[in-house]
Nanobody
Framework: QVQLVESGGGLVQPGGSLRLACVVT????????MAWYRQAPGKERELVAL???????NYADSVKGRFTISRDNAENAFYLQMNSLKPEDTAVYYCNADLDYYDGPYHYRNQDYWGQGTQVNVSS
């Protein structure tokens, strides 16, 4: 069974840093696209960072220069390093992956999975 398990959220003061982790469990063949989204109260979920297996990485304008998405293919994990945090970064952060996996003799391609979400609060 495939699961995305997040960790690393919490409370931090403005200007501080946090590192979110997303570990993908199951019989994974490949992680094609990895992404982080966030949803603040009363707002729609928005894309924060996107990493494609070919190497392309994109960030929301609001986080460019402050956030970094990275991956560890050997561990089937990816991360979001968040620096210079601002109160407006407060949200529930979700990891998302498009992946291929095996289930017995079957190979499933381009399946979309979400993590459970982790709360990030930036406040003094």
């Amino acid at each position: 069974q495939v699961q995305l398990v997040e960790s690393g959220g919490g409370l931090v003061q403005p200007g501080g840093s946090l590192r979110l982790a997303c570990v993908v469990t199951g019989k994974i063949f490949s992680l094609n696209t990895m992404a982080w989204y966030r949803q603040a109260p009363g707002k729609e979920r928005e894309l924060v960072a996107l990493s494609v297996s070919g190497g392309d990485i994109n960030y929301a304008d609001s986080v460019k220069g402050r956030f970094t998405i990275s991956r560890d293919n050997a561990e089937n994990a990816f991360y979001l390093q968040m620096n210079s945090l601002k109160p407006e970064d407060t949200a529930v952060y979700y990891c998302n992956a498009d992946l291929d996996y095996y289930d017995g003799p079957y190979h499933y391609r381009n399946q979309d999975y979400w993590g459970q979400g982790t709360q990030v609060n930036v406040s003094s």
